[in-house]
């Protein structure tokens, strides 16, 4: 499918250090983005799908680097099914597992951790719920787990690794798990702050700094925070990347997002939400945590969302997250909500609103035009202007 979305007011590019892209126009072929800014009268002519977004702000789909995947489309924490969908209402394109501890009776001996990321990793590869896409598959680290238990995971296709619910007897006997992990490729993760299942121990910034995994999971605490002194002290002393969650301690949340600006480290700063979890299903949590770090730190709106896009794809080497020649074709139109007192998404965001979605794309595929089901109305009306396919891309009504 060939789509031309028009009329953009603003494009953000998913880049937080070149935050703007000039021009009106994203221009899609198949699952990628072919051309930002311009399109000739022959592309516009040749689409499957022309969008009008009505003056909107296009942003790249939302990447969620925090999400309790399971399988299929169903949280057994909240005994809810279709989160995920609802997840793209809120203009996340990409769910990224925080490592499937969530699956009842879960495995803890090397091989079932290992047999469960695998499992989980093959069941997203091809399945995309409401159009999202799932990046699962993340290995528990378990004593017993050695480099070639994750070579061969990584030659498998498993790309992630989380720390933090092992059956250790401290959290330093991570330390050689996290090694042999990063030296077989996999991206890892640790768990960060007070314990949030009975029986493991705090995560602070001594055990960060030994471990030096590739992401500290909700650094501002999961929901309990670390002591704000180690925040510096991570940031300054390692290169490991800040993940923010929704799900977790907004103080200290604003206080990374200022040091990381300070301390030139901005690079490494994303939003994730750590959800479904004990604190719910948010399908706008990631709309949330950037509208509270922009409105509440004064940083530019767009740094944040380009947090929550660009940061992460690069953080977890993904195709996505950035509107650009060759990039998945993974967009979202943003607007100011009907009826609020701003008069652009990024305004709007700024000011501490939800912003509004018009329309998600994904691999190259509108979901929906027009309404989410879960924001509020937009202020513009986006609309299919044209299309030559069999598809009604309005969201159901609920
Ligand atoms: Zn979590």
């Known amino acids: 499918m060939k789509i031309v979305v028009v009329n953009l007011g603003r494009i953000v590019s998913g880049n937080w250090r070149e935050p703007f892209m000039s021009g009106d126009t994203i221009v899609t072929n198949g699952d990628r983005i072919v051309r930002v800014g311009t399109a000739s009268a022959a592309e516009v002519e040749a689409a499957d799908v022309v969008i009008d977004a009505d003056g909107m702000t ?238 509440l730190t004064g940083l530019p709106a767009e740094r944040f969302i380009c947090a929550a896009s660009g940061s992460n794809a690069r953080v977890y080497k993904l195709d996505s997250g950035v509107l650009a020649p060759g990039k998945a074709a993974d967009i979202v139109l943003l607007d100011a909500p009907d009826g609020g007192t701003q008069s652009s998404a990024l305004a709007a965001i700024q000011h501490g609103d939800i912003a509004a979605i018009g329309a998600v794309i994904t691999a190259g595929v509108p979901r929906f035009v027009g309404r989410s089901r879960n924001t509020p109305a937009t202020m513009r009306k986006a609309r299919v202007v044209r299309s030559t396919v069999m598809q009604d891309f309005a969201a159901p009504a609920h």
């Open 58 to 295: 296009a942003i790249p789909g939302l990447i969620d680097s925090h999400v309790h995947i399971t399988f299929g489309d169903y949280t057994p924490r909240q005994r809810t099914v279709g989160y995920l969908e609802s997840y793209l209402h809120g203009g996340t394109t990409t769910a990224i597992s925080a490592s499937e501890v969530h699956v009842p009776g879960r495995p803890r001996d090397p091989e079932g951790v290992k047999a469960l990321a695998l499992a989980a990793q093959r069941c997203f590869a091809e399945y995309r719920p409401g159009g999202m896409r799932v990046i699962a598959g993340s290995v528990i680290l378990e004593p017993g787990l050695t480099l070639r238990d994750f070579e061969e995971l990584a030659a498998r296709g498993v790309t992630l690794a989380k720390a933090g619910f092992g059956a250790v007897k401290t959290a330093y006997d991570y330390v050689p798990l996290v090694e042999a992990a990063k030296a077989a490729g996999l991206i890892t993760t640790c768990h960060t702050g007070g314990s949030s299942i009975p029986g493991s121990g705090a995560i602070t910034g001594d055990h960060l700094l030994a471990m030096r995994p590739h992401v500290a999971f909700h650094i501002n605490g999961g929901p309990t925070a670390m002591p704000d002194a180690d925040f510096e002290r991570v940031i300054a002393e390692s290169d490991i990347a800040l993940q923010v969650c929704t799900a977790g301690n907004l103080r200290t949340t604003l206080l990374c997002a200022k040091l990381a600006d300070k301390l030139g480290a901005f690079d490494r700063f994303i939003i994730a939400t750590d959800t479904p979890t004990g604190s719910g299903v948010m399908p706008l949590g990631m709309l949330y945590t950037i509208a509270h770090c922009a409105s």
